[in-house]
C-alpha cells in the first residue's frame, strides 16, 4: 500500500512562523499565547536542524507603516497609527534563540521584494503576505528545487498561521511534523484533529532523536 504520509528524514526541511519579538514582548499588543512556554523548543528545534545542517526556513510577517500590505482584521488599526511588526523595528526581527546571531538583521526592502535572504548556511528568511507560509510566496518553489517533502512546523499562533500553513502544505502533498510543544497557542483538541488528516504530532525531543536517526523515534 503506497504511503503518502510518513516523514522522509533524508528530504526535511524546519519551518519557523512569527518567530519575531512583537509575538512574544509582554508589551505588545501581538503578543501570542504560550510564546514563553514555547519558545525554549523552538530555539533547542532550531539549533538542532542548524547542528544536523537541514535547511531552516523562518517566514515572518512586516507591516508597511500606511497598512496597505496589512491583513484586513488588522488594517484599521495600524492605519490609525498601531506600530507592529514595522520593518526595521526590532519588534519585527527574529526573536533571541532563533536567529543564527545576535547581530542578524532582517532585510525588510529585499523580504518585501519577495526574496528569500539567506541569513546562515542553508537557513532563509522570507516575508509572507498573509497568515499562510505558502500564500503570495516562493517557498513550494525552494522546497521542491532542494527535494525537500517534509516539513518540521514550529513557531507562534497556530490559531492562524499554524493552521493555515499545515493545510496549505498538505494541499501541495508535503509531508508534514508539527512539533507540539514548539508552537503557541494549540489546543489539545486542535492537535488531535491533525493527527486525524495524516499529520504527524512530535515533540521537540522526539523530533531531534528522529532527526539524528534514532529508530525509537521513527515516525
Not at 501570542?32 to 535547511?55: E, M, N, T, W
Not at 484599521?76 to 532563533?98: D, H, K, T, Y
Not at 547581530?103 to 503576505?129: C, N, V
Request: charge should be negative; glycine fraction near 10%.
Amino acid at each position: 500500500m503506497p504511503d503518502y504520509t510518513t516523514p522522509e528524514r533524508g528530504h526535511v526541511g524546519l519551518l519557523t512562523l512569527n518567530a519575531q519579538s512583537d509575538f512574544a514582548q509582554s508589551t505588545s499588543p501581538l503578543r501570542a499565547c504560550g510564546v514563553k512556554k514555547a519558545l525554549p523548543a523552538i530555539s533547542r528545534l532550531v539549533q538542532g536542524f542548524r547542528d544536523q545542517q537541514r535547511p531552516l526556513f523562518h517566514a515572518v510577517r512586516l507591516y508597511r507603516p500606511d497598512g496597505t500590505n496589512v491583513d484586513n482584521f488588522r488594517r484599521n488599526a495600524v492605519e490609525e497609527g498601531l506600530r507592529i511588526l514595522m520593518p526595521g523595528s526590532l519588534g519585527a526581527e527574529l526573536l533571541e534563540g532563533v536567529r543564527p546571531r545576535v547581530d542578524a538583521r532582517l532585510d525588510p526592502a529585499h523580504l518585501m521584494q519577495g526574496e528569500m535572504q539567506e541569513i546562515g548556511p542553508a537557513e532563509w528568511a522570507f516575508y509572507k503576505p498573509r497568515w499562510g507560509a505558502f500564500y503570495g510566496t516562493t517557498l513550494e518553489q525552494r522546497l521542491k528545487e532542494q527535494e525537500i517533502s517534509t516539513l518540521v512546523i514550529c513557531g507562534c499562533n497556530f490559531a492562524t498561521t499554524g493552521r493555515a500553513t499545515i493545510y496549505e502544505a498538505g494541499a501541495r502533498d508535503f509531508r508534514v511534523i508539527l512539533a507540539s510543544d514548539a508552537v503557541s497557542g494549540a489546543s489539545e483538541e486542535a492537535l488531535c484533529e491533525l493527527g486525524r488528516i495524516g499529520i504527524y504530532l512530535m515533540s521537540t525531543e522526539c523530533c531531534l532523536s528522529w532527526l539524528g536517526g534514532d529508530p525509537a523515534c521513527a515516525a
